[in-house]
């Protein structure tokens, strides 16, 4: 699992900061929050392979988080990609792309899904290709889960801003425990499919014995996955506390140093300081501040107030890379 800084800065790109996109490479595909102008430069700078299934979630409709998306699907249809797509987002996310086929020729000859969350009605609206306007059906939405699959779920809640805006989170199912390949030939349990059931916790009968991998030591306890927070752009509120309690990392906005909290508060923004916080609140292993105002050309003031208060506080960077062990 590893995390890429896309993008870092906030409304205005400045030298050596694109605008807002985190990219999470994890197993065989790509999980992306928010769509920066010149996403595909960014993309193609991070070696991010063009024909990886792909996620991605739109945070809310302010240009700087969602510009870059037309531009990227665009490349795909030029690369003969046959990996799909799927898009979640505000309602009218589907509009947005469907306009662009219709005016500029946007085409997507790949397997493309927009699914438009409705959080009043609490469903996933779900388009199919960009063909027709016509929904392809709807999805209840439960416990804020808008995607689920064996190995993760991704989770949603809304937050304060100055027009709809979520944020988003993370969450790697409990892996298996550590497999003990020495205890199973102690038991007489040669290399073969058999350990692989074990791997996953499987209880297996060998030569008439039955074997409970975790009981014999054969398989340590379930490890617990991995979980990361993305605030999209918010004013401090209730709801990222609780979608991000216990995270591994936070990535949070700071747009603005303590010394303009008005004006944060004014723009429904954060400072350091509210980030710091918030990652206090929700015991948060790790906090990336991201999105800072084009006025700071080195944020490190940012980094300084938030790691008064929250010292496990890290600068995303462009290009910066994380691996997640």
């Given at each position: ?91 009218n996310l589907f509009y947005y792309l469907f306009l662009h086929s219709k005016i500029l020729g946007l085409r997507a000859p790949y ?211 994380l691996k997640l062990r």
């Amino acid at each position: 699992m590893e995390l890429i800084i896309l993008g870092s800065s906030g409304a205005i790109p400045i030298k050596g900061r694109n605008l807002p996109s985190i990219a999470l490479k994890y197993k065989n595909e790509i999980l992306l929050f928010d769509c920066g102008e010149d996403l595909q430069r960014a993309f193609e700078k991070a070696s991010l392979k063009f024909n990886r299934p792909l996620k991605i979630f739109i945070s809310h409709f302010h240009g700087d988080h969602v510009i870059g998306l037309p531009g990227l699907l665009f490349r795909f249809g030029l690369l003969d990609r046959t990996a799909p797509v799927e898009i979640y987002g505000p309602r009218n996310l589907f509009y947005y792309l469907f306009l662009h086929s219709k005016i500029l020729g946007l085409r997507a000859p790949y397997p493309l899904t927009v699914k438009e969350i409705d959080p009043e009605n609490e469903k996933l609206l779900i388009f199919e290709g960009l063909k027709t306007d016509t929904p392809a059906g709807e999805q209840v939405i439960e416990d804020d889960i808008i995607y689920e699959s064996k190995r993760y779920f991704m989770k949603y809640t809304l937050v304060k801003h100055s027009i709809l805006s979520f944020a988003f989170a993370f969450h790697e199912k409990p892996r298996f425990g550590k497999f003990n390949p020495e205890k199973a030939e102690e038991l007489g349990i040669p290399p073969s499919n058999l350990w692989k059931k074990m791997q996953h916790g499987e209880t297996i009968t060998h030569q008439g014995n039955i074997i409970d991998p975790l009981e014999e030591g054969i398989v340590g306890p379930p490890r617990p996955g991995k979980k990361i927070t993305y605030s999209g752009d918010l004013a401090p509120c209730e709801s990222i506390i609780r979608l991000g309690k216990d995270t591994d990392i936070l990535i949070h906005e700071a747009t603005y140093a303590k010394d303009l909290a008005d004006v944060a508060a004014e723009k429904f923004h954060s400072t350091s300081v509210d980030a710091a916080t918030d990652a206090l609140k929700m015991n948060a292993k790790k906090l990336i501040l991201t999105h800072f105002s084009s006025r700071y050309n080195s944020p490190d003031i940012l980094l300084k107030e938030a790691k008064e208060i929250f010292p496990n506080t890290i600068l995303a960077e462009d290009q910066l890379k994380l691996k997640l062990r």
